[in-house]
């Protein structure tokens, strides 16, 4: 058995999964993550390294999510999470017109990279609790989202404050990881 074997066979097992969180900074990251647990969220700081946080929420699966700093002096250091990544939770704040070209551009290069090949992406349109930010279709149509074929990918609102649209859109995810990695495993 190769080792490739053992350690998917492991992952099956332990029905474990891993997701990466990423996106500019201030985009609302970590307060999804905090929100998604429960969490205060009404202290956050901005992610100067990495946080790594279990969902243990939707069972049978236990998700281990990579929240990475998203400032541009982080964004070369991205590449060291890559490995073994189910998928990518890209998180585009809905309010941020000025930087939605720089967003766009960070997450063509994110998708050509070829550890991330397989990885189902999610785009969160976070921040869809503040009145006049773009809907999904804008941000799709800024992000050029309707050329991506390499990855699996889907473009939802959602609000790190209220929490609408968090659990659907982490629910889609693993049930598409499910269908990659477990069904046909
Ligand atoms: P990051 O981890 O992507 O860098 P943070 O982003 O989670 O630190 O959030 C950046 C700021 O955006 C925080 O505000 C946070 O409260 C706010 N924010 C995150 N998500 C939402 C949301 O859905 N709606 C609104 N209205 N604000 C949000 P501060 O003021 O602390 O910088």
């Known amino acids: 058995m190769g080792l490739h074997t053992i350690i998917k ?35 956050i700081s901005p992610t100067l390294g990495f946080n790594i946080k279990t969902l243990t929420s939707f069972e049978p699966y236990k998700l281990n999510i990579w929240d990475v700093g998203g400032q541009r002096t982080l964004r070369s250091y991205w590449r060291n999470y890559f490995e073994r990544t189910d998928a990518v939770i890209w998180v585009v704040d809905a309010t ?40 999904p ?12 074929r390499t990855h699996t990918w889907k473009i939802l609102r959602c ?5 609408e649209g968090l659990e659907g859109g982490v629910r889609w995810v693993v049930e598409e990881v499910a269908k990659r990695i477990y069904m046909f495993g």
């Not at 474990?16 to 929100?35: C, S, V, W, Y």
């Not at 063509?108 to 550890?115: C, I």
């Not at 609000?159 to 929490?163: K, N, W, Y």
Request: charged residues 35%.
């Open 137 to 148: 279709g804008e941000i799709k149509d800024a992000l050029g989202l309707e050329d991506v």
């Open 96 to 135: 941020d017109r000025a930087r939605m070209s720089d967003c766009r551009d960070e997450l063509r290069g994110l998708l050509q990279e070829e550890r991330l090949s397989g990885a189902t992406l999610l785009v969160f349109a976070n921040k869809a609790d503040v009145e006049g930010c773009l809907s």
């Open 159 to 163: 609000s790190a404050v209220t929490g």
């Open 9 to 43: 066979k492991q992952r099956q097992k332990e029905k474990e999964m891993r997701f990466l969180m990423l996106g500019l900074d201030n985009a609302g990251k970590t307060t999804i993550i905090k929100k998604l647990l429960n969490e205060d969220i009404s202290q």
